[in-house]
């Protein structure tokens, strides 16, 4: 699907140029590639707008916490328990999901995104193009 995609676009779409820079994204559950889609997103999306589409075509039942795990860095929106019992951000590690996609991500950058800490769905995410 990635191959057909990259050539499908190309010739069916050349005249999209620059106007705006966007990520094909590859998303999989991380246990069982049966289940993916691919996703394409602007490079100025926030990942808060990646969580927000993940919970609503895959994810959400109940309002979990949820986070991105990027590199050595985990991308979080902080929660009112979180901000009373452990400050703004716990770990030095953790970000806002405020950033935007274009400043964190590349083509070939491969990525975690944990919905729910009790009983998580892992997902894997990579950007084919």
């Not at 069916?12 to 996703?39: C, K, Q």
């Not at 926030?46 to 609503?56: H, K, S």
């Amino acid at each position: 699907m990635t191959r057909h995609l990259s050539s499908c676009l190309a010739e069916h779409e050349p005249s999209r140029g620059n106007d705006a820079r966007l990520f094909r994204l590859r998303i999989e559950d991380a246990y069982s590639t049966i289940f993916w889609m691919d996703v394409e997103i602007k490079a100025t999306a926030t990942l808060e707008v990646l969580d927000d589409f993940l919970r609503q075509e895959w994810l959400e039942c109940c309002g979990h916490l949820s986070a991105f795990y990027i590199d050595e860095d985990t991308y979080i929106v902080p929660s009112a328990y979180r901000m009373e019992q452990f400050g703004l951000f716990a770990d030095p590690n953790e970000r806002t999901m405020k950033a935007k996609l274009g400043g964190i991500l590349s083509k070939g950058s491969r990525f975690q995104h944990v919905y729910d800490f009790g009983t998580s769905t892992d997902l894997k995410l990579r950007v084919a193009d």
